[in-house]
Nanobody, 115 residues
Framework: QVQLVESGGGLVQPGGSLRLSCAAS????????MAWYRQAPGKQRELVAR???????VYPTSVKGRFTISRDNAKNTMYLQMNDLKPEDTAVYYC?????????WGQGTQVTVSS
């Protein structure tokens, strides 16, 4: 059974930092492209960061320079370091694992940026 379990969300003030983790089980982690997505109320789910099998990364303009994605294949875990958080970063953050034949989503973790 495949599981992607996110952790590390919470309430933080503007300008603060959080580190999200995604622990994977039931898959050969190193075979998968991993990514973080987020969905704010009333909005579509959007890509936050993606990291390939060879550690190549992609970020949208909205988070570039503030967020850093990483993966530890030995621990089957992906991370998202989020710095200088803004109220517009408030959303449910989802972990994603994908390859040509299959893909999986985590259950999400809430990040709220508010003073």
């Amino acid at each position: 059974q495949v599981q992607l379990v996110e952790s590390g969300g919470g309430l933080v003030q503007p300008g603060g930092s959080l580190r999200l983790s995604c622990a994977a089980s039931g898959i050969i982690f190193s075979d998968y492209v991993m990514a973080w997505y987020r969905q704010a109320p009333g909005k579509q789910r959007e890509l936050v960061a993606r990291i390939t099998r060879v550690q190549s990364t992609v970020y949208p303009t909205s988070v570039k320079g503030r967020f850093t994605i990483s993966r530890d294949n030995a621990k089957n875990t992906m991370y998202l370091q989020m710095n200088d958080l803004k109220p517009e970063d408030t959303a449910v953050y989802y972990c994603y694992a994908g390859k040509a034949t299959d893909s999986y989503w985590g259950q999400g973790t809430q990040v709220t940026v508010s003073s």
